[in-house]
């Protein structure tokens, strides 16, 4: 089992669609698959077409209050397949504020899992991060094995991994645990577009075969099944976003095949 972290403190940046995306095509493919929304805009759980106003307890309660709410008790099953969210909620906002004097405050999510899975089995689970850096996102990291960056191939992607890089070093070396790089993700992808190209190209050099082969090509479909609240493999199975996180999946699958690298404090990108 991967628990993998979707992070970039960047918004717009494609995390949210690469989490819904992803995660319905290996579920398609038969993994049991567990979507967390740690995003206080809650896109990820609209995405999947979920009512944001009817639900009685979300990811913020657990966090909160894990004995009293425990995940389990707020996971929802997305249409037939083996995929289930954890919802996220306006209300992480003000969790976030609260957990910053708690105690253990990093370590929410992380218990919250361990406690799932004494009853549960999943094949992948991918935590959606919030477009900051603050206890939200710090606890994604903690809680995964592997992370995930997701950047448009523009040029300041590189400031913002470079930073998102040393926080997740900082941490595992403060809090001794590990965890290691599932792959740096080029979306939004125009072609014909020559910025993008040398960028692309520039984000291969920088970080060689840490970037993932597939590529996220811009493509209009993947808003379209998102405001339908419909992963895009179900809305258009033939869409070229369907095809691209499609191929995304396959290579996650291959990755995931990798052991852990013994010594990840050093600089992940090393
Ligand atoms: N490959 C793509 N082509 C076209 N639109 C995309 C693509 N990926 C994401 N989008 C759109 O861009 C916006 C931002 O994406 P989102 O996944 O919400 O980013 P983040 O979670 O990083 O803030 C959304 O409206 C989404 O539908
Ligand atoms: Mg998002």
Redesign the pocket.
Known sequence: MKVISVL?Q???????????NVGACLAAKGYRVLLIDL?P?A??TM?LGVEVEDLKYAVNDTLLDPDEVPLEMILKQIGDLPLYLAPGHIDLAETEFKLISSAGREYRLKNALEALLENHKFDFIFI?GP?SLGVLTQNGIVACSHFLI?TEPKFYAFAGIDTLNRMIVRLTKDLRFKVDVMGVLI???ERGTKLHLEVAEAIHEQFGDKVFKTI?????K??ES??QGIPIIIYDKRAP?AL?YDALAEEIIERSGEPLPDDPGVGLFA
Do not use: C, H, R, W
């Open positions: 970039n960047k918004g717009g940046v494609a995390k949210t669609t690469t989490t819904l995003d805009q896109n990820l995405g959606d477009p997701p979306t939004m992808f996220i090509y811009k493509n209009i993947l808003s998102e405001s976003g691209n």
